[in-house]
Protein backbone atom coordinates (compact mmCIF):
# COMPACT_ATOMS: atom_id res chain seq x y z
CA UNK A 1 0.00 0.00 0.00
CA UNK A 2 1.30 3.61 -0.75
CA UNK A 3 -0.10 6.62 0.91
CA UNK A 4 -1.89 7.49 -2.27
CA UNK A 5 -4.69 4.71 -1.75
CA UNK A 6 -5.29 6.05 1.61
CA UNK A 7 -7.40 8.56 -0.10
CA UNK A 8 -8.42 6.72 -3.15
CA UNK A 9 -10.14 4.12 -1.15
CA UNK A 10 -12.63 6.83 0.18
CA UNK A 11 -13.02 8.14 -3.64
CA UNK A 12 -17.03 7.47 -2.69
CA UNK A 13 -17.28 8.82 0.64
CA UNK A 14 -19.22 11.96 0.94
CA UNK A 15 -18.42 12.59 4.38
CA UNK A 16 -17.05 16.08 5.71
CA UNK A 17 -13.03 14.96 5.41
CA UNK A 18 -11.99 18.58 6.05
CA UNK A 19 -12.62 21.43 8.01
CA UNK A 20 -10.87 24.62 8.11
CA UNK A 21 -12.55 28.03 9.11
CA UNK A 22 -15.95 27.88 7.19
CA UNK A 23 -14.52 25.80 4.29
CA UNK A 24 -14.90 22.52 4.38
CA UNK A 25 -14.51 19.59 1.99
CA UNK A 26 -15.79 15.56 1.76
CA UNK A 27 -13.52 12.67 0.29
CA UNK A 28 -14.84 12.26 -2.29
CA UNK A 29 -14.29 16.15 -3.75
CA UNK A 30 -10.84 16.01 -2.13
CA UNK A 31 -9.92 12.88 -4.12
CA UNK A 32 -10.83 14.98 -7.29
CA UNK A 33 -9.29 18.11 -6.38
CA UNK A 34 -5.83 15.89 -5.70
CA UNK A 35 -6.21 14.26 -8.99
CA UNK A 36 -6.39 17.54 -10.50
CA UNK A 37 -3.37 18.99 -9.04
CA UNK A 38 -1.54 15.40 -10.06
CA UNK A 39 -2.76 16.26 -13.78
CA UNK A 40 -0.73 19.78 -13.18
CA UNK A 41 2.25 18.43 -12.28
CA UNK A 42 2.48 16.10 -14.84
CA UNK A 43 1.54 18.36 -17.62
CA UNK A 44 4.23 20.79 -16.11
CA UNK A 45 7.07 19.07 -15.21
CA UNK A 46 9.20 16.24 -16.57
CA UNK A 47 9.35 12.75 -15.57
CA UNK A 48 13.04 12.91 -14.46
CA UNK A 49 11.38 15.52 -11.96
CA UNK A 50 11.02 13.45 -8.85
CA UNK A 51 10.35 16.17 -6.15
CA UNK A 52 7.95 18.84 -5.55
CA UNK A 53 7.91 20.97 -2.76
CA UNK A 54 4.69 22.16 -1.07
CA UNK A 55 5.20 26.28 0.51
CA UNK A 56 1.37 26.36 2.25
CA UNK A 57 0.45 27.00 6.03
CA UNK A 58 -1.83 24.89 7.26
CA UNK A 59 -4.99 24.36 5.28
CA UNK A 60 -7.74 22.53 2.80
CA UNK A 61 -4.83 23.59 0.01
CA UNK A 62 -2.11 22.10 2.04
CA UNK A 63 -4.11 18.26 2.09
CA UNK A 64 -4.78 18.77 -1.45
CA UNK A 65 -1.48 19.48 -2.75
CA UNK A 66 -0.03 17.00 -0.71
CA UNK A 67 -2.26 13.91 -2.08
CA UNK A 68 -1.73 15.67 -5.67
CA UNK A 69 2.11 14.98 -5.37
CA UNK A 70 2.02 11.55 -4.44
CA UNK A 71 -0.86 10.55 -7.23
CA UNK A 72 2.09 11.85 -9.71
CA UNK A 73 4.27 9.33 -8.00
CA UNK A 74 6.83 12.19 -6.93
CA UNK A 75 8.53 12.79 -3.21
CA UNK A 76 6.83 15.20 -1.07
CA UNK A 77 9.00 18.29 0.39
CA UNK A 78 7.23 20.71 2.42
CA UNK A 79 8.33 24.30 3.53
CA UNK A 80 7.05 25.57 6.17
CA UNK A 81 5.50 29.15 5.67
CA UNK A 82 7.88 31.26 8.38
CA UNK A 83 10.83 29.70 6.71
CA UNK A 84 13.12 32.80 5.17
CA UNK A 85 14.62 33.36 1.41
CA UNK A 86 17.73 31.23 2.28
CA UNK A 87 16.77 28.43 3.88
CA UNK A 88 13.65 28.00 0.68
CA UNK A 89 16.59 28.26 -1.80
CA UNK A 90 18.73 25.98 0.10
CA UNK A 91 16.35 23.18 0.02
CA UNK A 92 14.84 23.64 -3.21
CA UNK A 93 17.83 23.32 -4.73
CA UNK A 94 19.09 20.42 -2.24
CA UNK A 95 16.13 18.53 -2.95
CA UNK A 96 16.50 19.45 -7.33
CA UNK A 97 13.04 20.39 -7.32
CA UNK A 98 11.53 22.24 -10.59
CA UNK A 99 8.47 23.16 -9.14
CA UNK A 100 6.97 24.68 -5.82
CA UNK A 101 3.30 24.16 -5.34
CA UNK A 102 2.34 27.36 -3.16
CA UNK A 103 -1.25 30.10 -2.85
CA UNK A 104 -0.85 34.07 -4.45
CA UNK A 105 0.90 34.86 -1.14
CA UNK A 106 3.42 32.18 -1.67
CA UNK A 107 3.85 33.67 -5.27
CA UNK A 108 4.55 36.84 -4.71
CA UNK A 109 7.27 36.35 -2.50
CA UNK A 110 9.29 33.09 -3.95
CA UNK A 111 9.21 35.41 -7.23
CA UNK A 112 11.71 38.09 -4.74
CA UNK A 113 13.43 34.66 -3.16
CA UNK A 114 14.24 33.33 -6.06
CA UNK A 115 15.15 35.87 -7.83
CA UNK A 116 18.82 35.34 -8.25
CA UNK A 117 18.50 31.44 -8.51
CA UNK A 118 20.64 30.05 -11.42
CA UNK A 119 18.17 27.62 -12.77
CA UNK A 120 14.34 27.28 -14.12
CA UNK A 121 11.70 26.68 -11.83
CA UNK A 122 7.77 26.71 -12.03
CA UNK A 123 5.82 28.38 -9.23
CA UNK A 124 2.51 26.53 -9.31
CA UNK A 125 -0.84 28.98 -7.29
CA UNK A 126 -2.95 25.74 -6.47
CA UNK A 127 -5.80 28.61 -6.11
CA UNK A 128 -5.99 29.35 -9.62
CA UNK A 129 -3.71 27.08 -11.59
CA UNK A 130 -1.53 29.60 -12.68
CA UNK A 131 1.70 28.75 -13.20
CA UNK A 132 4.77 30.94 -13.24
CA UNK A 133 8.20 29.88 -14.96
CA UNK A 134 11.52 31.61 -13.39
CA UNK A 135 14.14 32.28 -15.24
CA UNK A 136 12.97 30.19 -18.38
CA UNK A 137 16.22 30.96 -20.38
CA UNK A 138 18.15 28.56 -17.74
CA UNK A 139 18.22 25.14 -17.74
CA UNK A 140 16.19 23.17 -14.70
CA UNK A 141 18.46 21.71 -12.05
CA UNK A 142 20.96 18.94 -12.51
CA UNK A 143 19.34 15.79 -11.33
CA UNK A 144 21.68 13.95 -9.08
CA UNK A 145 19.04 11.95 -7.03
CA UNK A 146 19.60 8.32 -7.44
CA UNK A 147 18.27 7.64 -4.10
CA UNK A 148 14.59 8.55 -5.58
CA UNK A 149 14.90 5.83 -7.87
CA UNK A 150 10.65 5.87 -7.81
CA UNK A 151 9.50 2.03 -8.92
CA UNK A 152 5.89 2.38 -7.71
CA UNK A 153 6.09 0.26 -4.92
CA UNK A 154 5.95 0.43 -0.71
CA UNK A 155 9.33 1.16 -0.55
CA UNK A 156 9.34 3.80 -2.62
CA UNK A 157 10.31 7.68 -0.73
CA UNK A 158 7.30 9.62 -0.02
CA UNK A 159 8.35 12.30 1.32
CA UNK A 160 11.22 14.28 2.89
CA UNK A 161 10.90 15.57 6.61
CA UNK A 162 13.48 18.54 7.65
CA UNK A 163 15.34 17.66 10.64
CA UNK A 164 17.93 19.18 12.44
CA UNK A 165 20.85 20.73 9.85
CA UNK A 166 22.10 23.86 8.63
CA UNK A 167 21.18 26.27 5.60
CA UNK A 168 24.25 24.55 4.07
CA UNK A 169 23.02 21.38 4.64
CA UNK A 170 19.08 20.95 5.35
CA UNK A 171 19.02 17.49 6.31
CA UNK A 172 15.90 15.63 5.26
CA UNK A 173 14.67 12.44 6.38
CA UNK A 174 13.31 9.87 3.81
CA UNK A 175 10.03 8.04 4.79
CA UNK A 176 8.93 5.42 2.47
CA UNK A 177 5.55 4.70 2.01
CA UNK A 178 6.01 1.30 3.66
CA UNK A 179 6.98 3.65 7.21
CA UNK A 180 4.55 5.82 7.44
CA UNK A 181 1.81 3.19 6.65
CA UNK A 182 3.31 0.98 9.27
CA UNK A 183 3.22 3.41 11.86
CA UNK A 184 -0.17 4.77 11.06
CA UNK A 185 -1.51 1.11 11.67
CA UNK A 186 0.86 0.90 14.78
CA UNK A 187 -1.17 3.87 15.86
CA UNK A 188 -4.63 3.51 15.00
CA UNK A 189 -4.05 0.26 16.76
CA UNK A 190 -2.43 1.89 20.29
CA UNK A 191 -4.70 4.21 20.42
CA UNK A 192 -8.12 2.18 19.35
CA UNK A 193 -8.94 4.71 16.77
CA UNK A 194 -12.22 4.36 14.49
CA UNK A 195 -13.76 6.21 11.38
CA UNK A 196 -15.92 8.30 14.34
CA UNK A 197 -13.10 9.89 15.93
CA UNK A 198 -12.38 13.55 14.30
CA UNK A 199 -9.23 14.79 15.23
CA UNK A 200 -8.02 19.03 15.63
CA UNK A 201 -5.00 19.65 14.07
CA UNK A 202 -2.94 22.88 15.78
CA UNK A 203 0.64 21.55 14.92
CA UNK A 204 2.38 22.49 11.66
CA UNK A 205 1.01 20.12 9.03
CA UNK A 206 4.72 19.92 7.90
CA UNK A 207 5.79 18.55 11.37
CA UNK A 208 6.74 14.54 11.39
CA UNK A 209 4.03 14.47 14.47
CA UNK A 210 0.97 15.92 13.18
CA UNK A 211 2.18 13.94 9.34
CA UNK A 212 1.37 10.62 10.54
CA UNK A 213 -0.19 10.67 13.83
CA UNK A 214 -2.45 12.73 13.03
CA UNK A 215 -3.30 13.99 9.48
CA UNK A 216 -2.68 10.29 7.57
CA UNK A 217 -4.09 7.94 10.40
CA UNK A 218 -7.43 10.54 10.29
CA UNK A 219 -7.14 9.66 6.35
CA UNK A 220 -5.96 5.93 6.88
CA UNK A 221 -9.65 5.64 9.31
CA UNK A 222 -11.98 8.13 6.85
CA UNK A 223 -11.99 9.99 10.04
CA UNK A 224 -12.72 13.87 10.04
CA UNK A 225 -10.05 16.23 10.41
CA UNK A 226 -10.87 20.02 11.52
CA UNK A 227 -7.72 22.27 10.72
CA UNK A 228 -7.25 25.26 13.20
CA UNK A 229 -7.56 28.35 11.11
CA UNK A 230 -6.35 30.55 13.93
CA UNK A 231 -3.56 30.61 16.57
CA UNK A 232 -3.64 28.28 19.16
CA UNK A 233 -5.62 29.86 22.37
CA UNK A 234 -7.58 28.20 25.08
CA UNK A 235 -10.76 29.96 23.62
CA UNK A 236 -10.27 28.77 20.13
CA UNK A 237 -9.04 25.45 21.44
CA UNK A 238 -12.31 24.75 23.72
CA UNK A 239 -14.57 26.67 21.00
CA UNK A 240 -13.83 23.84 18.34
CA UNK A 241 -13.67 20.95 20.64
CA UNK A 242 -17.32 22.23 21.84
CA UNK A 243 -18.10 23.12 18.16
CA UNK A 244 -16.72 20.43 15.73
CA UNK A 245 -17.64 17.72 18.65
CA UNK A 246 -13.60 17.11 18.60
CA UNK A 247 -12.47 13.25 20.24
CA UNK A 248 -8.85 13.59 20.02
CA UNK A 249 -5.80 15.82 19.83
CA UNK A 250 -2.14 16.04 19.46
CA UNK A 251 0.08 19.30 20.74
CA UNK A 252 3.34 19.99 22.19
CA UNK A 253 3.60 20.79 26.27
CA UNK A 254 3.75 24.57 25.34
CA UNK A 255 0.32 24.57 24.29
CA UNK A 256 -1.44 22.42 27.13
CA UNK A 257 0.29 24.25 29.65
CA UNK A 258 -1.89 26.99 28.70
CA UNK A 259 -5.17 25.37 29.08
CA UNK A 260 -3.92 25.58 32.81
CA UNK A 261 -4.42 29.39 33.05
CA UNK A 262 -7.77 29.66 31.30
CA UNK A 263 -10.97 30.58 33.75
CA UNK A 264 -13.51 29.81 31.61
CA UNK A 265 -13.38 26.29 30.81
CA UNK A 266 -16.45 25.55 32.78
CA UNK A 267 -18.40 27.37 29.82
CA UNK A 268 -18.18 24.57 27.56
CA UNK A 269 -19.08 20.81 26.59
CA UNK A 270 -15.31 19.23 25.86
CA UNK A 271 -17.39 16.06 26.73
CA UNK A 272 -16.19 14.55 23.38
CA UNK A 273 -12.80 15.01 23.78
CA UNK A 274 -11.18 11.29 24.42
CA UNK A 275 -7.65 11.62 24.06
CA UNK A 276 -4.94 14.16 24.39
CA UNK A 277 -1.70 12.95 23.15
CA UNK A 278 1.50 15.10 23.70
CA UNK A 279 5.25 14.75 23.08
CA UNK A 280 7.92 17.22 21.55
CA UNK A 281 9.02 18.98 24.44
CA UNK A 282 9.30 19.56 28.10
CA UNK A 283 6.23 18.75 30.07
CA UNK A 284 7.07 19.47 33.86
CA UNK A 285 5.28 16.16 36.07
CA UNK A 286 3.69 19.28 38.89
CA UNK A 287 1.70 20.47 35.81
CA UNK A 288 0.57 16.95 34.23
CA UNK A 289 -0.82 16.61 37.22
CA UNK A 290 -2.93 19.01 37.09
CA UNK A 291 -3.63 18.81 33.56
CA UNK A 292 -4.87 15.18 34.53
CA UNK A 293 -6.88 15.84 37.40
CA UNK A 294 -8.31 19.02 36.24
CA UNK A 295 -9.82 17.36 32.91
CA UNK A 296 -10.33 14.19 34.62
CA UNK A 297 -12.71 12.52 31.46
CA UNK A 298 -10.11 13.07 28.80
CA UNK A 299 -7.20 10.43 28.14
CA UNK A 300 -3.76 12.42 28.69
CA UNK A 301 -1.08 10.16 26.26
CA UNK A 302 2.73 10.90 26.66
CA UNK A 303 4.66 9.68 23.62
CA UNK A 304 8.10 9.46 22.32
CA UNK A 305 9.04 9.31 19.04
CA UNK A 306 11.71 10.84 16.03
CA UNK A 307 11.43 12.33 12.63
CA UNK A 308 13.59 9.18 11.96
CA UNK A 309 11.15 6.81 13.03
CA UNK A 310 8.31 8.12 11.43
CA UNK A 311 8.12 9.18 14.15
CA UNK A 312 6.34 7.20 16.87
CA UNK A 313 7.74 4.90 19.18
CA UNK A 314 6.17 4.64 22.44
CA UNK A 315 2.73 5.50 24.42
CA UNK A 316 2.14 5.94 27.71
CA UNK A 317 -1.66 4.65 27.91
CA UNK A 318 -4.49 4.44 30.52
CA UNK A 319 -4.32 2.85 33.54
CA UNK A 320 -0.82 4.12 33.71
CA UNK A 321 -1.07 7.73 33.32
CA UNK A 322 -0.49 8.75 37.05
CA UNK A 323 1.30 5.68 38.13
CA UNK A 324 4.32 5.87 35.55
CA UNK A 325 3.82 9.53 35.15
CA UNK A 326 7.37 11.26 33.98
CA UNK A 327 7.46 7.44 31.87
CA UNK A 328 6.84 8.08 27.95
CA UNK A 329 5.36 4.75 28.11
CA UNK A 330 6.02 1.34 26.27
CA UNK A 331 6.55 0.53 22.67
CA UNK A 332 3.83 0.62 20.06
CA UNK A 333 2.66 -2.73 17.95
CA UNK A 334 5.16 -2.90 15.51
CA UNK A 335 8.07 -1.02 17.34
CA UNK A 336 10.42 -2.48 19.44
CA UNK A 337 13.46 -0.68 21.64
CA UNK A 338 16.26 -1.73 23.18
CA UNK A 339 18.78 0.44 25.98
CA UNK A 340 22.50 0.63 25.15
CA UNK A 341 25.83 1.52 26.30
CA UNK A 342 27.91 3.47 24.28
CA UNK A 343 30.09 0.29 23.89
CA UNK A 344 27.32 -1.60 22.89
CA UNK A 345 26.10 -3.63 25.02
CA UNK A 346 22.46 -3.56 26.15
CA UNK A 347 21.66 -2.56 29.59
CA UNK A 348 20.08 -3.63 32.89
CA UNK A 349 17.05 -1.96 33.86
CA UNK A 350 17.25 1.33 35.59
CA UNK A 351 20.88 1.48 33.74
CA UNK A 352 21.06 4.65 31.67
CA UNK A 353 21.93 4.35 27.76
CA UNK A 354 21.34 5.12 24.18
CA UNK A 355 17.97 4.40 22.71
CA UNK A 356 17.79 2.25 19.70
CA UNK A 357 14.79 1.06 17.81
CA UNK A 358 13.85 -1.17 15.40
CA UNK A 359 10.60 -1.65 13.32
CA UNK A 360 9.31 -0.83 9.55
CA UNK A 361 8.78 2.55 10.59
CA UNK A 362 12.27 3.01 11.01
CA UNK A 363 13.32 5.48 7.62
CA UNK A 364 14.98 4.69 4.85
CA UNK A 365 17.81 7.52 5.38
CA UNK A 366 19.12 11.20 4.82
CA UNK A 367 18.86 12.12 1.67
CA UNK A 368 22.43 12.86 0.30
CA UNK A 369 24.00 11.90 3.37
CA UNK A 370 24.91 8.70 3.52
CA UNK A 371 27.50 9.21 5.89
CA UNK A 372 25.00 10.86 8.56
CA UNK A 373 23.10 7.61 7.85
CA UNK A 374 25.83 5.30 8.05
CA UNK A 375 26.36 6.85 11.73
CA UNK A 376 22.78 6.44 13.15
CA UNK A 377 21.27 3.10 11.22
CA UNK A 378 23.13 0.67 12.08
CA UNK A 379 22.83 -3.11 11.71
CA UNK A 380 21.41 -3.15 15.30
CA UNK A 381 18.41 -0.35 14.72
CA UNK A 382 18.64 2.89 14.34
CA UNK A 383 20.35 4.98 17.05
CA UNK A 384 18.42 7.79 17.90
CA UNK A 385 20.81 9.54 20.27
CA UNK A 386 18.59 9.75 23.09
CA UNK A 387 19.32 9.08 26.56
CA UNK A 388 17.24 6.98 28.33
CA UNK A 389 16.62 4.23 30.62
CA UNK A 390 13.45 1.24 31.63
CA UNK A 391 12.16 0.21 35.19
CA UNK A 392 11.19 -3.19 36.09
CA UNK A 393 8.18 -3.23 34.31
CA UNK A 394 9.12 -2.16 30.37
CA UNK A 395 8.24 1.10 31.05
CA UNK A 396 10.62 3.62 29.31
CA UNK A 397 11.80 7.45 30.96
CA UNK A 398 13.84 9.78 28.78
CA UNK A 399 16.71 11.68 30.23
CA UNK A 400 18.49 13.31 27.73
CA UNK A 401 19.95 13.72 24.20
CA UNK A 402 23.47 12.48 23.67
CA UNK A 403 24.59 15.46 21.75
CA UNK A 404 23.20 17.81 24.40
CA UNK A 405 25.17 16.01 26.92
CA UNK A 406 27.61 18.18 29.30
CA UNK A 407 31.13 16.77 30.43
CA UNK A 408 32.24 18.77 33.12
CA UNK A 409 34.85 17.37 35.01
CA UNK A 410 34.83 13.69 33.44
CA UNK A 411 31.25 13.67 34.54
CA UNK A 412 27.98 13.46 32.22
CA UNK A 413 25.53 15.77 32.51
CA UNK A 414 21.91 15.52 30.52
CA UNK A 415 20.74 18.84 30.89
CA UNK A 416 17.27 17.61 29.78
CA UNK A 417 17.20 16.25 33.76
CA UNK A 418 18.35 19.71 34.91
CA UNK A 419 15.57 21.48 33.22
CA UNK A 420 12.52 19.65 34.55
CA UNK A 421 13.74 20.11 37.80
CA UNK A 422 13.59 23.66 37.61
CA UNK A 423 10.57 23.85 35.65
CA UNK A 424 8.97 23.21 38.70
CA UNK A 425 9.74 25.71 39.97
CA UNK A 426 6.13 27.85 40.21
CA UNK A 427 8.31 31.34 38.95
CA UNK A 428 9.80 29.51 35.96
CA UNK A 429 7.53 29.48 32.51
CA UNK A 430 10.40 27.77 30.46
CA UNK A 431 14.10 26.96 30.72
CA UNK A 432 16.77 25.75 28.40
CA UNK A 433 20.04 24.11 29.65
CA UNK A 434 23.83 23.97 27.68
CA UNK A 435 27.25 23.37 28.80
CA UNK A 436 29.64 26.32 27.86
CA UNK A 437 33.82 26.12 27.55
CA UNK A 438 35.42 26.28 30.62
CA UNK A 439 39.05 25.89 31.28
CA UNK A 440 39.27 24.23 34.39
CA UNK A 441 36.25 21.02 33.93
CA UNK A 442 35.97 21.78 30.04
CA UNK A 443 32.89 21.74 30.82
CA UNK A 444 30.22 24.21 32.83
CA UNK A 445 26.51 24.14 33.24
CA UNK A 446 24.63 27.64 32.29
CA UNK A 447 20.87 28.26 31.74
CA UNK A 448 18.93 31.15 30.29
CA UNK A 449 15.50 30.98 31.90
CA UNK A 450 11.88 33.08 31.28
CA UNK A 451 10.10 34.32 34.45
CA UNK A 452 6.86 34.89 35.44
CA UNK A 453 7.24 37.52 37.48
CA UNK A 454 9.58 40.66 36.73
CA UNK A 455 10.92 40.82 40.60
CA UNK A 456 11.57 36.87 40.52
CA UNK A 457 14.40 36.16 42.67
CA UNK A 458 17.46 34.50 41.32
CA UNK A 459 19.28 33.38 44.73
CA UNK A 460 15.74 31.95 45.94
CA UNK A 461 15.96 29.54 42.72
CA UNK A 462 19.93 28.54 43.46
CA UNK A 463 18.85 27.33 46.96
CA UNK A 464 15.86 25.74 44.86
CA UNK A 465 18.36 24.27 43.13
CA UNK A 466 20.99 22.97 46.32
CA UNK A 467 18.02 21.58 47.38
CA UNK A 468 17.10 18.81 44.59
CA UNK A 469 20.76 18.16 42.60
CA UNK A 470 24.13 17.48 43.40
CA UNK A 471 26.50 20.16 43.24
CA UNK A 472 27.88 19.72 40.08
CA UNK A 473 24.18 19.65 37.88
CA UNK A 474 23.52 23.28 39.29
CA UNK A 475 24.02 26.23 36.85
CA UNK A 476 26.89 28.33 37.30
CA UNK A 477 25.10 30.95 35.60
CA UNK A 478 21.38 31.76 35.02
CA UNK A 479 20.27 34.51 32.77
CA UNK A 480 17.09 35.87 32.88
CA UNK A 481 15.41 36.13 28.71
CA UNK A 482 12.19 37.22 27.21
CA UNK A 483 12.13 34.30 25.16
CA UNK A 484 14.30 31.38 24.15
CA UNK A 485 15.38 30.62 21.04
CA UNK A 486 13.82 28.34 18.74
CA UNK A 487 15.05 26.06 15.58
CA UNK A 488 13.00 26.06 12.33
CA UNK A 489 10.89 22.97 13.80
CA UNK A 490 10.23 24.75 16.75
CA UNK A 491 11.94 23.04 19.16
CA UNK A 492 14.46 25.15 21.53
CA UNK A 493 17.57 25.93 20.13
CA UNK A 494 20.69 25.08 22.81
CA UNK A 495 23.30 27.81 22.75
Not at 16 to 35: M, R, V
Not at 61 to 88: C, L
Not at 297 to 326: D, F, H, M
Amino acid sequence: MRIGDLLVRQADNDKIALTYGCQKINYKDWNEESKKVCEQINRIISKESKTVIIFLGNSINYAIAYFGITFSNRVIVPIGKQAKGPEIVSTVSYCESDMVITDAEGMEYLQSVFKEYAYKLNLFDIETYECVCIHPQFNYIEKHDEELDLREDENDTAIMLHTSGTTSNPKRVMLTHSNLINNIQSNIESLQLSSNDKGLIALPMFFGYCNTALFLTHVYLGAGLVIMSKMFSPKYFFELIQGEKITNFTGVPSMLLLLLTYRYVDKYDYSSLRIICFGGGKMPINKLEELIKKFESVNWIQTYGQTECSPRVTALLPPNTLRKIGSVGKEIPGVSFCIKRLDGHVCAENEEGEIVVNGLNVMKGYYKNSSETAKVKQKDGLHTGDIGYFDSEGFLYITGRLKNMIISGGINIYPEEIEQIILQHSGVNDVIVYGVDDDFYGERVEAKIVVSDEQFDLSELKEYCQSRMAKYKIPTKFEIVSELPKTYNGKLKRC
